[in-house]
């Protein structure tokens, strides 16, 4: 018999660990880029293996050998910390979802809110990051990013603790678990499923609500100053976000790998698909906010509907 | 409050050309502009002295290439005015149909520029894609899809045919079709109105006294244009409509310029078929005889002026082109005071600026920052000292 | 979300970007792409270098015996060239891919054959 600490290391660094996540970030972007490609009627990622799929590797690998420029006047340690920070945060919640059964490599009680915890922490380490940059642009692409936190924060964890609520535990495998034998939340939670996507779409920072980096007006905002190396784990990191995004679309709401079948990977894997194709065609639908309306708009309406759909839910589990 | 600077150019992704904006902002609004060209100045007016009035229709092409035809229809008319001949009825409406065609291709880049600056990707590249119908359609006409190449002194060179008229009507109906979406798209869509309505106002007041010119100067309400008011080529025989809206801001200046690719097919159509047989070119002498003439046409950005004085000879004495931009850069930063950082490059776009047709030379003191502009003579003693010395 | 029908019908359509250089935009019949000359016709008048805007024509030689020297990197392929010739030497080709290696490439010359410039100076 293959002894368990094996079997632990081999799943922590083959499947469903380093090298799985790796791969599957580099796909999730391909699949990405690809869907909003073609919904604007071109053919994005082509030429770098069978259909392009090995674009995001030969990207990340091109960073990895550009120059890496320091800026005089930042912060040297955090400045050269800070993508390290990012990437590491990115992928440690990742190892809380089932991938692989019906239960994650680190589940015990409370993990869901663990993974709560890390992603404002991301969202916190984004604004200190703009700050050492000690750059104009940089300096309101952070403070955007701060603002914008703000306004998302709320509804979004009110959300993430509806399935909690109605399967009764806050850990992720406990709650897929319930699903299996009972109805899947975003039947019974429609509401509080679309309140998650929108206030994911701002987490990622993807167009409508991809203030902070704007493009065509503080040209990349708060990873103005970022180049070489650590653009390339930077981008890395936001990989490992959409995959996040997308489990915890799926794991929360639709029954992460339960199914049909008994818990699998292939089902995941699918759910995680139209998860990403359900972002990507938002992403393509609309054009940016403005911080103002972005503010305005979410405490007018999301936190109001947010706190609607949790009252209903402490009602029917009454 | 305390104000920051933040630099707008001249490299910058929401601009297509190099012109550089210094911004005071607090805290997201901004309080003061300062614009500062020529970073592309190439010297055209020097240049079209060296050359006959033949050679600089093909030099004063090049001064844009989005609103080429326009200024080759304003300096052919100037040289035709000076030579005293009259151009055959054909070639006329020939001018007509082709000046209306760039029109549409301007408009259709132009929206999907203002797109991408709102951040609309997909709109972005669902206008760019419908461009590519006018421009094979200016392809079949002239060979070339930039820089056509049509013009010249005496008419145009080459005669729109028979044959081509029907697969022309087909791609106008195809382009119709795109406009009415559009229209709908931007009169519907939240995200965009939210983006362009209210933004950017620039009250009639203020755009008759800082001389606004185009469609920046329709979207408040003023109908001024000078296919209307001062006819040239076919356009006293043409019916067609002056395009105004009365809320002053970005989102009526997207629906004045989808209404006017809605006019300029209307244009075209008419002007295929009322088109009268003919010659599309005279003979013209090569010297022009002494005088002064000035020639004003409506390009797709707005009132395009050109001043040409000659002396006798086969090459031009002076040449003086005042491009649309131009006059519209004393609005824009009348517009971009009290607005958010997020909305300048939405109001930039909103005046379609062409900073290749505006260029002028500023010379600018780094030590004490003060700026001066230098008259013809000076310049002409400072390059002939500056060329003794060499 | 005005926009989503024409989203989910371009998921089922085919790409409108054309695959350069597998796949080409059709040329049309009026494409001016670089010029060429038939040497034999040339009568040596000059218009072609007089009449061209940037200089991209030089004569050697006069007369019959003229040979031409043309720089495609100064020429603006406006096709004024062509329209004006006499002799009908000049042709437009629809050749419009022509990036160059080295910079002395970027000069054609047109010379006579041995032949033609004999039978040209007996006359």
Redesign the interface.
């Known amino acids: 018999m293959v002894p368990e600490e094996i079997t632990a290391i081999l799943q922590v660094f083959l499947f469903p660990g380093f090298s799985f996540l790796f791969s599957l970030a580099f796909f999730v972007e391909w699949l990405d880029r690809k869907l909003v ?7 994005g990622p ?1 030429h770098v293996g069978p259909k392009g799929i090995l674009q995001p590797f030969a990207d990340f690998i091109k960073l990895l050998s550009k120059e890496d420029i320091t800026p005089a006047m930042a912060d040297r340690v955090p400045f050269i910390a800070m993508p390290l920070l990012m990437l590491t945060l990115a992928m440690t919640p990742l190892f809380c979802i089932p991938i692989n059964g019906c239960s994650a490599l680190v589940s015990f009680e409370g993990d869901l809110i663990v993974v709560m915890f890390i992603m404002t922490l991301i969202a916190l380490l984004l604004f200190a990051g703009a700050w050492v940059s000690t750059n ?2 940089s300096t ?1 692409g952070g403070i955007r990013a701060g603002l914008q936190m703000f306004g998302y924060e709320i509804p979004l964890n009110i959300v993430m603790i509806g399935p909690a609520i109605g399967a009764g535990s806050l850990s992720i495998s406990e709650i897929i678990k319930w699903q299996s034998q009972g109805r899947w939340f975003i039947i019974t939670q429609p509401l509080g499923f679309a309140i998650l996507t929108i206030c994911l779409l701002a987490h990622l920072q993807v ?2 609500f ?2 902070p980096e ?6 990349s905002g708060w990873l103005v100053e970022f180049s070489g190396k650590k653009l390339a784990l930077i981008r890395l990191a936001r990989n490992f976000k959409l995959i996040l995004a997308a489990s915890l679309m799926t794991s929360l709401y639709m029954g992460g790998t339960s199914g049909l079948w008994q818990p699998n990977p292939l089902t995941y894997f699918i759910k995680l698909v139209v998860c990403v194709f359900i972002l990507s ?1 938002l992403r ?10 972005f503010l305005a708009g979410v405490w007018r309406y999301l936190t109001p509907l947010a706190l609607l759909q949790i009252s209903i839910v402490e009602v029917l589990a009454w | 409050m305390k104000t ?1 600077k ?2 707008f150019g001249p490299q ?3 601009l297509e050309e190099p012109i550089n904006f210094i911004f005071e902002v607090e805290e ?1 609004r901004v309080v003061n502009v300062k614009p500062r060209l020529g970073y592309i100045h190439r010297g055209i007016e020097k240049l079209a002295e060296n050359r006959t009035y033949h050679q600089n229709v093909y030099l004063i092409e090049r001064i844009c290439g989005i609103c080429s035809f326009a200024h080759t229809t304003c300096y052919t008319q100037a040289v035709e005015e000076l030579l005293g001949i009259d151009i055959p009825e054909r070639a006329k409406f020939i001018r007509t149909i082709t000046a209306e065609m760039e029109r549409v291709q301007n408009h259709y880049l132009w929206l999907g520029l203002t ?9 972005f ?2 206008a760019w ?1 419908d461009r590519e119908t006018i421009l094979e359609v200016l392809e079949m006409i002239s060979g070339k899809r930039v820089n056509y190449g049509m013009n010249t002194i005496g008419g145009v060179r080459r005669d729109i045919l028979e044959t081509m008229t029907e697969q022309i009507e087909d791609k106008l109906s195809h382009l119709e079709d795109r406009a009415q979406y559009y229209k709908k798209i931007c009169t519907k ?1 939240q ?2 109105l ?2 362009t309505v209210g933004v950017g106002i620039l009250r009639p007041r203020d755009a008759l006294s800082l001389c606004a010119v185009g469609p920046t100067l329709r979207a408040s309400g003023i109908p001024r244009d000078v296919r209307a008011d001062d006819p040239y080529a076919a356009y006293d025989e043409v019916p067609f409509k002056v395009v105004t809206y009365k809320r002053c801001d970005v989102a009526s200046r997207i629906l004045v310029r989808i209404d006017e690719i809605l006019e300029s097919i209307n244009i075209i159509r008419y002007a295929l078929e009322n088109m009268p047989k003919g010659p599309i070119q005279v003979k013209v002498p090569q010297r022009v005889p002494k005088g002064e003439a000035v020639s004003q046409v409506e390009a797709p950005r707005g009132e395009n002026i050109h001043y040409l004085k000659s002396d006798g000879s086969d090459k031009p004495v002076r040449l003086k082109v005042r491009a649309p931009t131009l006059a519209n850069l004393p609005p824009l930063c009348k517009m971009l005071i009290d607005v ?6 939405v109001v930039i776009a909103g005046i379609d600026p062409c900073i290749a047709c505006a260029e002028r030379v500023m010379l600018v003191d780094t030590k004490t920052k003060k700026r001066r502009i230098w008259s013809g003579d000076k310049l002409w003693r400072y390059s002939c000292e500056w060329y003794r010395k060499k | ?1 005005a ?2 029908d024409n ?1 989910i019908k ?2 089922i ?1 085919k ?3 054309l ?1 350069f250089p597998y796949e080409r935009a059709q040329s049309v019949e009026r494409m001016r792409g670089k010029v060429t000359w038939k040497i034999e016709k040339c009568i040596g008048c000059t218009l072609c270098a007089k009449t061209c805007p940037s200089e991209a024509i030089e004569l050697i030689g006069e007369g019959r015996n003229a040979e031409i020297t043309y720089h495609v990197g100064r020429c603006l392929f406006c096709g004024e060239c062509v329209d004006i010739c006499p002799t009908k030497t000049i042709e437009t080709t629809k050749e419009f891919e022509l990036a160059f290696t080295q910079p002395k490439d970027m000069i054609l010359e047109f010379r006579r054959t041995k032949r033609d410039r004999e039978s040209s100076s007996e006359e």
Do not use: C, S, W
């Not at chain 1, 490609?37 to 053919?43: D, G, S, T």
């Not at chain 1, 704007?214 to 040209?219: D, G, K, R, W």
């Not at chain 1, 393509?284 to 309306?293: E, K, P």
């Open positions: 490609a073609k919904f604007q009627n071109r053919y082509l104009r642009f309101v167009v409508p991809d203030i704007a493009e065509t007006e503080i040209v065609n393509a639908l609309f054009a940016r906010f403005r911080i103002d309306q | 920051i933040i630099p910058h992704p929401a997201e797109a991408k600056e709102t951040g609309f990707e997909t709109l590249m669902y894609r869509e995200t965009i939210k983006r958010n950082i997020a909305d300048i490059p | 979300m926009m989503e989203l371009n998921l359509k790409p409108i970007t695959r």
